[in-house]
């Protein structure tokens, strides 16, 4: 499954989890504001909402009700996490295509990193307290949880599952 599919795919899904979407042309309410994470010091809200039919990620100031947009382009943005200090997301994307990888992005400074490159799909990462980033992925044909450090290295399989 190539990453705009599983993009799509992930729409999709939400689209039916939520109160509907506009997304592929129906007429009900459009999909917005997904996924929220808080920041450690409880001030900013990071989420995901659909800009011209592609996922992308908005941190609000929760002092003054202002959102930001912070990624942008043509790919899906989503699964947004705060750093254990605040200043970045890690979050996942189907920015290199053919499938789904894990990256970060600095608040303040909007600068990207890509952290995962497996052909399998990286999804739904967790920043932990300790630094790492915990994540799913089906890189072995079965989805299981894996573990890096920010930068990307030390890839471990946390929690194994067989392959189908």
């Given at each position: 499954m190539t990453g705009r599919m599983v993009g799509l795919l992930l729409v999709a899904l939400l689209c039916a989890a939520t109160v509907g979407?506009?997304?592929?042309?129906?007429s009900t309410p459009a999909l917005a504001s997904l996924e929220p994470a808080v920041s450690p010091d409880g001030r900013r809200l990071a989420y995901e909402s659909a800009v011209e039919q592609r996922l992308k990620l908005f941190v609000r100031d929760l002092s003054t009700d202002?959102?930001?947009?912070?990624?942008?382009g043509t790919s899906d943005d989503f699964s947004p996490a705060w750093s254990p200090d605040g200043g970045s997301l890690v979050?996942?994307?189907n920015r290199e295509?053919?499938?789904?990888?894990?990256?970060?992005?600095?608040?303040?400074?909007?600068?990207l990193r890509r952290l995962t490159t497996d052909a399998g799909n990286d999804m739904y990462p967790a920043w932990s307290t300790n630094g790492r980033i915990f994540f799913n992925s089906?890189?072995?044909?079965?989805?299981?949880v894996y573990s890096i450090l920010p930068d990307g290295s030390d890839a471990v399989v946390v929690v194994a599952n067989p392959a189908p």
């Open positions: 979407c506009s997304l592929g042309g129906n202002v959102s930001e947009q912070i990624t942008d979050f996942a994307s295509k053919g499938n789904v990888d894990i990256y970060t992005i600095d608040v303040a400074s909007r600068q089906d890189r072995t044909k079965a989805w299981q």
